[in-house]
Every structure is written in C-alpha cells, then in structure tokens.
C-alpha cells in the first residue's frame, strides 16, 4: 500500500512545542493564559483593522456567538450560504432560528449578491424582515465582498463573515474576516493552520469582544461567588492549544505560499482538461483546498476512486446545505450553481507539506481521464 497522501493534514512548524512545554511548566492548562492573550494579539496584529479577537474553543462556537450577539432568537430568519458546510449553518438551528438559503455565483463559487437581494426581498413581503446574513469564504476564495456589503447596508442586516477556510485571504488587500460585523476563523486540524481544535470570533471593538468572552465563560457575573443571570457556554479555548496557534501563526505566510503553489502546479498542468475557480481581480485566496471541475459526475466518481486506490484522499465539492436531509424543509433561493458544483466538482489533495513527487503522482493519475 502506498503512503497515504491526505487531503489537507496538520503541518507543525516547530516552535509551537516551546509555547505548549511553557503552559505546562507554569502550570497555565485553563482555558485562559499567556498563551491565549499574545495569540489573540498576533491574531489581531495581522487582521489589522483595529480588530479584537477571542480565541474559541472552534469555528461554530464564534457562529453560534456571534448570532447570539447580534440578537437572533427563536423563529427569526437568517439569511446562509448554501454552498458551505454544516458548521455554518447549525449554529442558527441551536438558537430555534430559521436559516434560509442562498446559492452561489460561478465567479467566486460563494453567496450569490442578486439571488440574496431576492430573498431580502420576498422574506420582507412575506412580513418577515431577515436578522443576519451569513457569508463563507468557501476553499479560501473570497466572496463578492462589495456586492454583499451593499446590500448589507441598503436593507440594515448586519453580516457574520464565514472566514474559517480563508487565513490569509484578502480583497483589495484587506484581510478575510474584517469585512463582516462579526468575523469567524476555524483552526480545526485541516485548516490552513491549526490549533488541533480551535477557532476564534473577529470582533469590531473590545466590547464586542469581552461580551463574547463573558458568554464563552458559562456567562459569570461580577461576584464573590457563582452568579449567573444569562446562559453561557464553555468555549474558550485553552492555553496549551493557543501555544500551538503561536507557533503555527509563526508560518502562515509561509502555508499561505505553499497552498498557492500547490494549486498553481495543479493548474498549470491541468488546465487544458479541468475547469478551475480563478481569482477575480484584486481578489487574493489562500488556496486552502485546490478543486476541479470535471465533465459530470461519473468521471468525478470514477477520479476520486482511482485515486482512494492509490491511497489518496479527495472529496467530492460540498453539498449544499438545501439539499441536506436535515435543512429540507428550510426556504431557498437556487440558481443551480451550487448543485451543478457538488455534481462535478472536486477537492484534490492540498496540504501545505505536499511533496512534489505526490503532486506529481496525483496528476499523473487524473491525466488519465
């Protein structure tokens, strides 16, 4: 059996073992300490913007805080991305919430901007005014940012900005998770870094910011013993887990250009036979997961299996979440674009530690079809 070739592994840099061994030596094991301050700082330092971060103990747990925090309650409408996974979307279902769903455009694979203003527009007929819109910047790529911003503002629905797979991306410059109201980062152990498990909420101001860690630390009130007048959670991530982000954010450009230059190679000896996600202008992914698009299905089966014999990882493109059992009954505005994705679209092996000769075995095999 040949090595395995996974899809997107974990890639350690090697100083993140220092940080881990100093929570251990001063004892700072709670979900709170030096290690969580100076990451959220290097989080905040990158993201620019005058943003504060909380580092969480996952992506959806900054969803499900961040729908709190805008007010969204039992029966209201949120406006999700279709073409995305889970994660996104069952935060609004915890919150006895109702998502809606919105497909994609073809430029960016990502919510698209005039099937949203319809269902803005048919929800408000309907006597229903939408809370929140929920963005993803699916695979690293961004969405259309300004579009969606315009509509944000034209009808007052603030935006939680989806921006688990996007570390690193940017838009005219601007990094991926400071567009939003909120913003939500994912460090689960596929993710561009890692934290082995992990996340974190982009917030616009401090408030924002110890509001979220408040509710994120089973919501104690001020007081000589347990005082409790909201729900809280336990979602603050630990110390040892955030000496890992400080190791892992020490390299992030540097997984950021290794996934670039993955997806790179992939096009350039690829592209006479597969269709790919281009950047539109002024738009900067990251490349978390380099996908295809092949002829239909069948060939899209018959690729991925070649390539589970080879032992190495693909998967199909995310199915969207209207055609998912559980979110059925939900509301959708489709165009087809998110369907006709996850029909012949594939996710190739990605991971920042690939090396050339796996790169090369992959392509050698999808030649073939």
Known sequence: MNKKIWLSSPHMGGSEQKYVQEAFETNWIAPLGPNVNEFENTLQTYLGKNKSVAALSSGTAAIHLALILLGVKKED??????????????????????????????????????????????????????????????????????????????????????????????????????????????????????????????????????????????????????????????????????????????VLQDRVHARRKNFNFYYETLKNKYEFLEEPSGYFSNRWLSCIITESTKIREKIRIALQEQNIESRPLWKPMHLQPIFQKYPRYINGVSESLFKKGLCLPSGSNSTEDELANIVKTLKQF
């Open 77 to 250: 409408e949120v406006l999700c991305q279709s073409f995305t996974f889970s994660a996104t979307a069952n935060p609004i279902l915890y919150l006895g919430a109702k998502p809606i769903f919105i497909d994609s455009e073809t430029s960016t694979w990502n919510m698209c901007p005039e099937q949203l203003e319809i269902a803005i527009v048919d929800r408000i007929k309907k006597g229903k005014i939408p809370k929140v819109i929920i963005a993803v910047h699916l695979y690293g790529m961004p969405y259309n940012v300004d579009k969606i911003q315009k509509l944000s503002e034209k009808y007052k629905i603030p935006i939680i900005e989806d921006s688990a797979e996007a570390l690193g991306s940017e838009v005219n410059g601007q990094k991926c998770g400071t567009f939003g109201d909120y913003g939500i980062l994912s460090f689960n152990g596929n993710k561009i870094i890692t934290t082995s498990g992990g996340g974190a909420l982009i917030c616009r101001n401090g408030v924002q910011k110890d509001n979220a860690i408040f509710l994120a630390t089973q919501a104690r009130d001020e007081a000589p013993h347990y005082e409790h007048s909201h729900v809280g959670y336990n979602y603050r991530m630990s110390n040892v887990l955030a000496g890992i982000g400080r190791g892992q954010m020490e």
